[in-house]
């Protein structure tokens, strides 16, 4: 009895398994099953990459660097600057890298909002979504920590909850689209090297990032920490961009790339001294390039 059952579920095994082959069934996902090499053989799952270096639409959301904010004009959105889909030459954005002029015109999308925080994200990923995009772009969080004052910085628990909702959102309509996500710059690198400039410093009491550039000049104590504040708080959002986006296998985050970048006058706006300039834009569309286009995260 022993040796016929042992026949019997041996038997049952091969069943199953030409059965599963024959059906081309996905124990793997994302399309690994069916496909075959060049000799005729079973495709690895690493002939069939998760991530696509070449997107052939991009669409962008996020806050005022994604518009080329005070790029071009004083408190003037300047979305032809926009490292993520704007055409112009001296910035070479990342749509342009990847699709070309025409491409870039015919297959971009920029629903960056000015002003906008975390929370506004979900909304412009439902935007963006319609357009069905290869790739979505991500920058923002600078406004969460950008307030009035530190005590009305956005918690880092709302910060991943509103964070995921926008990936929730996206990834209930389009599974299989990519996501790039920048880290939030160092604001307090963007004071240092604005604070040099009276121009900046009169364009900042206009209510730019009061938390971080109110009483530009003052270095004592309580405005020391106010400023520590701040930077800590980046610090804890880019954790939380790259540890929600570490959970999905079609999301890069740029491991702190754009916040650990040295950004100086260079690439900063000259009117506002903290916005990037078209140099700088043209630095983060470097960046983003270089993430999207690695073959390995």
């Not at 920048?182 to 206009?206: C, E, F, I, M, Y």
């Not at 003052?218 to 959002?237: F, I, K, M, S, W």
Request: hydrophobic share 40%; charged share 25%; glycine share 8%.
């Amino acid at each position: 009895m022993r040796k016929r059952s042992h026949r019997l579920r041996a038997a049952h095994a091969v069943v199953a398994a030409a059965v599963l082959a024959v059906a081309g069934c996905d124990t793997l996902g994302d399309g690994v099953a069916g496909q075959r090499d060049a000799g005729g053989r079973p495709a690895s799952p690493s002939t069939s990459p998760l991530w696509d270096t070449r997107p052939d639409s991009i669409a962008a959301v996020g806050d005022s660097i994604t518009r080329g904010f005070d790029a071009c004009m004083v408190l003037t959105d300047c979305p032809e600057v926009s490292w993520a889909t704007g055409s112009d030459a001296g910035v070479d954005s990342l749509a342009v890298r990847l699709l070309g002029v025409a491409g870039a015109a015919q297959r971009s999308w920029n629903h960056a909002v000015t002003g906008s925080r975390m929370a506004d994200l979900r909304g412009q990923m439902t935007q963006a979504v319609l357009h069905r995009p290869e790739l979505v772009t991500v920058m923002a969080g600078a406004n969460d920590a950008c307030r009035d004052s530190t005590g009305q910085m956005t918690s880092v628990a709302d910060f991943r909850r509103q964070f995921q909702s926008a990936m929730d959102a996206l990834r209930q309509a389009l599974p299989k689209t990519e996501v790039y996500v920048s880290s939030v710059p160092d604001l307090k690198r963007l004071w240092s090297q604005g604070r040099t400039n009276a121009l900046g410093k009169q364009v900042w009491k206009l209510g730019i990032c009061p938390s971080m550039l109110g009483d530009a000049d003052a270095l004592g104590p309580a405005a020391t920490q106010r400023r520590d504040a701040v930077r800590t708080r980046v610090v804890e959002y880019n954790k939380v961009l790259a540890e929600v986006c570490a959970k999905d296998r079609r999301c890069r985050f740029d491991h702190n790339a754009v916040f650990d970048y040295q950004f100086d006058t260079k690439q900063l706006s000259h009117w506002d001294w903290f916005h990037p300039s078209r140099n700088g834009q043209a630095r983060l569309a470097e960046i983003a390039y270089r993430t999207v286009t690695a073959e390995r995260q």
